[in-house]
């Protein structure tokens, strides 16, 4: 395998997630790989039913979860990249995960993707979709899909 300059994890912060961490340490550690580490949220409108007169008080806006998720990646990073924290840059984009992940690989020229799957069952697969198969769908770089 050639060297890896530029490696993109994204997570969601569930035990899920975790499970690429063994993997990102293991290819990344002797190197000097840049590590991205992404959360993608989607648009808080989106979770609104779409029915007139529903109060969107208390809905957080796009600001407020882009910050909370900006917090907890840092802390991410801070707590579980051990070694690799130095080198890892935390970013946090709005829209479809799978997309945004995508869009964030090629814009810094990333060599790989490496996501969790969680192995959802045919019908949940179906009802929810799989951030990690759009990942690997639409990458333009290779992925590493890690079972958890």
């Known amino acids: 395998m050639s060297k890896l300059s530029k490696v993109v994890v994204p997570t969601d912060f569930s035990d899920a997630s975790m499970a690429v961490l063994e993997w990102v340490k293991k290819l990344c550690g002797d190197q000097q790989t840049e590590v991205h580490c992404i959360n993608a949220v989607h648009q808080p409108m989106m979770y609104m039913p779409m029915m007139s007169g529903v109060s969107t008080a208390g809905v ?27 080198r890892t840059t935390a970013v946090v984009r709005v829209g479809r995960p799978a ?50």
């Open 60 to 86: 957080p806006s796009t600001d407020q979860l882009q910050k909370l998720s900006q917090e907890s990646l840092n802390n991410f990073v801070a707590q579980h990249m051990g070694d690799l924290a130095d």
């Open 99 to 148: 997309s945004e992940i995508v869009a964030y690989a090629d814009e810094i020229g990333a060599d790989m993707i490496i996501i969790a799957t969680r192995g959802h069952s045919a019908l949940a697969h179906a009802l929810l979709g799989s951030t990690a198969e759009g990942v690997a769908r639409e990458a333009n770089c290779p992925v590493l899909t890690v079972h958890s």
